[in-house]
């Protein structure tokens, strides 16, 4: 009855407009452990702000957010970006773009 019980709470999650979110960086990840639950309607930039403060990074500016190596829109909610049930989001730089040395 257990599994029973927890897949009906993980549809209710999705069913109430839930996902949980993980931010994969170069620096760390955020949450360090598992996954935050978001409403599904919230831009994905609040959760890098999130990720970002957290982990300390100091500047973000230029960097992209992929999903399966599809990038996605920060300014984009989760549900704008096709996403769904469980994610995890690898954010850093533009690969080729220059950069200081």
Do not use: C
């Not at 709470?9 to 760390?28: L, P, W």
């Not at 994905?44 to 990074?57: E, Q, S």
């Not at 992929?66 to 995890?88: A, E, M, W």
């Amino acid at each position: 009855m257990n599994k029973e019980e927890s897949k009906t709470e993980k549809h209710e999650d999705q069913h109430h407009g839930f996902i949980e979110v993980e931010v994969y960086t170069t620096s760390g990840s955020y949450p360090t452990d598992g996954y935050e639950r978001v409403p599904v309607n919230q831009k994905v930039d609040v959760m890098l702000k999130k990720a970002a403060k957290a982990i300390g990074l100091t500047s973000t500016d230029g960097w992209i957010a992929t999903v399966n190596k599809q990038q996605i829109d920060p300014h984009k909610s989760y549900q704008d970006n096709g996403l769904s049930n469980q994610v995890t989001i690898d954010w850093g730089p533009s690969e080729g773009g220059g950069g200081n040395a």
